[in-house]
């Protein structure tokens, strides 16, 4: 089991960036692919950027691709979404959520097994 915790989020203006931290607890989190997903009020939860067990394979929604990163340090347990260009359309809850070695990387939140509080970002126009 891994337990995931969530930071980095704030208020930003457009076109500001920020980096959000998910810190992993728990047993060999090299073996699990992360995923972030957001979730904005009235709106469901929608992918945003995963990345595989070996950090060898990232995914992003066509949303964010260009804009933002995802990055991995397992000797930390870490896992970071860097955020750039940010819109006002970038405002949500973010949430960071774990798979425990798939056979390919979900961006489907309904295959992920873990998942943290989340942490608010909120893009001012």
């Known amino acids: 089991q891994v337990q995931l915790v969530e930071s980095g989020g704030a208020l930003v203006q457009a076109g500001g960036s920020l980096r959000l931290s998910c810190a992993a607890s728990?047993?060999?989190?090299?073996?699990?692919?992360v995923g972030w997903f957001r979730q904005a009020p009235g709106k469901e939860r929608e992918f945003v950027a995963a990345i595989s067990w070996s950090g060898g394979d990232t995914y992003y929604a066509d949303s964010v691709k260009g804009r933002f990163t995802i990055s991995r340090d397992d000797a930390r347990s870490m896992v970071y979404l860097q955020m750039n260009s940010l819109e006002p359309e970038d405002t949500a809850r973010y949430y960071c959520a774990a798979d425990y070695l798939p056979w390919t990387v979900p961006t489907n939140a309904v295959k992920y097994d873990f998942w943290g509080q989340g942490t608010q970002v909120t893009v001012s126009s």
């Open positions: 728990g047993r060999a989190f090299g073996n699990y692919a």
